[in-house]
Structures are given as C-alpha cells and as structure tokens.
C-alpha cells in the first residue's frame, strides 16, 4: 500500500496510510474502521444491510425472551402466594387491566373462565353459625352431638352433618380433659395361705360348646389346695349355705377385677 504525505496540525508533514486519509476524511477514528472492515469486508451493500437487520431482530427476540422469562418467575412466585379462588380472580383482572387478553391471563394462571366469572352465592348459614356460637359459649362442655339435639330441641330441622361442619370451620371443638395420674402406693404382696379355706378366689369362665352355644359359668377355687370349691352357672345364697356347710366357711374371697 503506497503511503501519502500530509501535513500534520502543528504545520510538519507526516506519512499517512490511505485508511487514516478516509478516517480524517469522513470524521471517524482508524479503530472504528478496522472493526468495520473485520465485520464487513467483502460484503455488498444489501448483504450488510441484511446483517444489521439480523442483529437488530436479534437484541429485540433476547430482550423479549428476558421480559417472558421474567414474567415466568412474577407468576410463579405470584401463584405461590395466592391460592385462593377470590385472589387469583383479583390477579387474572389485574393483568387484564394491565393489557393482556383474557385467554393468555387464565391459561397462565391455571383458570377457566368460568371460575373467572362465578359470583358467590349468599351465605345461608349465617343465622346458624351465630345460634351455633351461642349455645357453644352458654354450655362450654357440649360438644356438636349435644348442640345438634339442642337445635333439635329448638324445632330447627337441620343436618347433624351440617351442624358439625359449621362446629368445625368456628373451631369450637371441645378440649379433651386428660385425666391425673394418681401416684400409686406400696402395694402389699398378697400371702398365700398355709391352711385350706381361709382364702378362696373366684372368676367367670367363658366357654362354647360343640354346637356353638356359649357358656357363662362361675369358678371357685381354694387358693392353698387349689380344689375347686363350686363351679356352676348360676349361683345362690342356697348354693353358698351348702358349699360352706360342706366344705367350712371361708374367711377372705378374692375376686377379679
């Protein structure tokens, strides 16, 4: 590339390549037309044209894919947080004040538009719940089954399942008492006795028979011998005469708790 001479600002002459001339020439620095040849050399008019197009479309489709991505993580958060029916209505309207469709705001919520448009119903429990309050407060150990009779009793033909739904959405569930544990004493062993009679232990034996009829029968037992004073069905003042007059009177009985 043959080099030109030029005169510097301060009047010397200097050697310029023809780069530096056209830079001088048309008002931009010699970096700026380097980066411009390394980019675009070669090309023709159209085909740079074509590229910066390119570019441009490109920087708007990352910024528009940053603003969708940001968006995202808005509704998600947002989604988080309101669970309730009435709070995402109160969004999905809010977005489309805000511009967005009506079909874009319930797909990205997760909602019909049915559900977007529903208007509750009066509360017709309101009458109730307040009776339901009431005699909660007048008797504080009642529980839902007492408070349903007690309406009952009112002449209100409610459901026990009703009554007990709105009993639970008020919390009026009634404490548990739970009950002291007694600390229990020395318990003294018992003595098994050296003579036959003075103690006799008796139970009730539960027994089937062969045709599957049940049999209820009270068992007497010496504990020193452990003979069987009695076993029988059913017993009678005759029936212990008898046995004592046979067998001699005891002195303690024994019986299970």
Request: glycine share 6%.
């Amino acid at each position: 590339m043959l080099k030109t001479s030029a005169l510097a600002p301060c009047g010397k002459p200097m050697l310029i390549w023809p780069s530096q001339t056209s830079a001088r020439r048309h008002g931009f620095s010699e970096a700026s037309y380097c980066l411009w040849r390394s980019k675009f050399g070669g090309m023709s008019m159209p085909d740079a044209k074509r590229l910066k197009d390119l570019e441009a479309e490109n920087t708007r489709l990352k910024k528009l894919l940053a603003e969708q991505v940001f968006q995202n993580d808005l509704i998600k958060d947002a989604l988080q947080k309101m669970v309730s029916a009435p709070a995402r209505r109160a969004l999905v309207r809010e977005w489309i004040a805000g511009g967005a469709s009506e079909r874009c705001a319930l797909a990205a919520i997760g909602m019909s538009a049915s559900a977007l448009r529903y208007r509750p119903r009066e509360d017709r429990n309101v009458e109730l719940r307040e009776r339901i309050l009431a005699l909660a407060y007048r008797h504080r150990r009642y529980g839902v089954g007492m408070i349903s009779l007690k309406l009952r009793q009112e002449g209100r033909l409610v459901n026990y399942k009703r009554v007990e739904r709105l009993y639970c959405e008020q919390q009026l569930q009634v404490r548990r008492r739970t009950r002291k544990k007694v600390p229990v004493g020395e318990r003294a062993p018992l003595l098994r006795p050296t003579k036959a009679n003075p103690v006799w232990s008796m139970d009730v034996v539960f027994d089937r028979t062969a045709e599957g009829r049940a049999i209820k029968c009270l068992v007497i037992v010496d504990d020193a011998t452990h003979e069987a004073v009695a076993s029988t069905w059913s017993v009678r003042s005759r029936d212990t005469a008898l046995c004592a007059c046979w067998i001699g009177w005891h002195t303690v009985v024994a019986c299970r708790r």
